[in-house]
């Protein structure tokens, strides 16, 4: 399991999400509480730039599956993320 701070979290979406055109996410499904969210989707798009370790090549179509969950800091108001856990793969 990788534990990474605040900052390298935003550079690795930057750097997805910068290498990738017409992406598209679609809801599985979206269940929670107050206190913690659990989102299944689904994404597809086309890779416009490399991203080491990523199974495609420029230009390629991708289509992924993926679960994120969310634990929020309801001490505070709960509007911010306390806790966030990824797990996605390529179809």
Request: proline content about 2%; overall charge negative.
């Amino acid at each position: 399991m990788a534990h990474i701070t605040g900052a390298e979290l935003r550079a690795l979406a930057e750097s997805v999400f910068s290498s990738v055109s017409a992406m598209v996410f679609e809801t599985v499904s979206l269940n929670g509480t107050k206190e913690f969210t659990a989102w299944e989707w689904t994404a597809k798009g086309k890779i416009s730039k490399e991203i080491p370790g990523v199974p495609y090549v420029v230009g390629q179509e991708f289509e992924a599956r993926g679960c994120s969950l969310f634990w929020w800091d309801v001490e505070n108001g709960g509007e911010k993320i306390k806790m966030l856990a990824e797990y996605s793969k390529f179809l």
